[in-house]
C-alpha cells in the first residue's frame, strides 16, 4: 500500500457555524464533491454519520466512467471545529482527514487534511483525482456558503 498527505485551505466569509453545519451533514455533500452523483445516509456508531455514495470517475480523458460505490463516516467535533471522515473505496481505497475550521473574524478558515492510501499500481491516479476533488470541494464550498441569500 502507498500513503501520500496533502492539505488545502480557503477562507470563506461565513459565521464558523454555518460552515461547520454545512460539512456536519452528508446530503450537503451533493453539489461539493463534483464526483458524488448520489448520497444514501445509512447507520452510523453514536456521535457519527455515515452514508452511502455512488461517485462517476472519468478515465481515460471523459471518453469512459467507472461508478464507484463509497462508505464515508462524519464525526463532527464541535468543540474541536473539527469534522473527521474516513472514507472506504473499491480496490483497497482508503482516504481518512479532517476539516478543521478557524474563526478570523469576517470569515472562517477551512483546511482539509487528506491521508490516501491505496494500492502502488493506483498511486498516481488516485491521488491527482483525489487533488483535483478536494480542490472543487472547497471551491464549491466557498461559492455555496458566499452566495446571497435568497
Known sequence: ?????????????????????????????????PLLTEIREIEAPPGARAFEAIERVALLGSSFAVRNRLVVELVPMPAQQLVTFATRAPLGIRLRGAFSLQDEGAATRVRESVLLRCPLVL???????AIHAQEALLANLKERLEAPLG
Open 123 to 129: 498511486r498516481r491516479l488516485v491521488l491527482r483525482e
Open 1 to 33: 500500500m502507498a500513503s501520500s498527505r496533502f492539505e488545502r485551505d480557503v477562507a470563506i466569509a461565513a459565521p464558523l457555524d454555518r460552515v461547520f453545519a454545512e460539512l456536519s451533514e452528508p446530503a450537503r455533500f451533493l453539489g461539493l464533491q
